[in-house]
Nanobody
């Protein structure tokens, strides 16, 4: 079992930056990848970014490519999401997730989920 705790959300203005963190604990040796998804009010959950835990593969949603950067600190079992040039459309609850097998950009590929951290971007 992997336990995930997100932090770093908040209220910012359009154009600002935020850095989200997700600390993993428990069965982290079984993780194959970690990712961020987001869900806005009244919207479906959508993929944001994913990173291989042992390799170098990284994926981004088209909507955040060039503005968001996902990274990891294996020693600290932590994944980060650096969000720059934030837009009001980025307003959502951001959820950290981890996979223990095959992974990708679909939420069904992920086994463990955090509680989420709210990001609100004002115009």
């Amino acid at each position: 079992q992997v336990h995930l705790v997100e932090s770093g959300g908040g209220l910012v203005q359009a154009g600002d930056s935020l850095r989200l963190s997700c600390a993993a604990s428990g069965g982290t040796s079984s993780m194959s990848a970690m990712a961020w998804f987001r869900q806005g009010s009244g919207k479906e959950r959508e993929f944001v970014a994913a990173i291989s835990w042992s390799g170098g593969s990284i994926y981004y949603a088209d909507s955040v490519l060039g503005r968001f950067t996902i990274s990891k600190d294996i020693a600290k079992n932590t994944v980060f999401l650096q969000m720059d040039s934030l837009k009001p459309d980025d307003t959502a609850e951001y959820l950290c997730t981890a996979a223990s097998g095959d992974w990708g950009t679909h939420e069904w590929a992920y086994d463990y989920w955090g509680q989420g951290t709210q990001v609100t971007v004002s115009s």
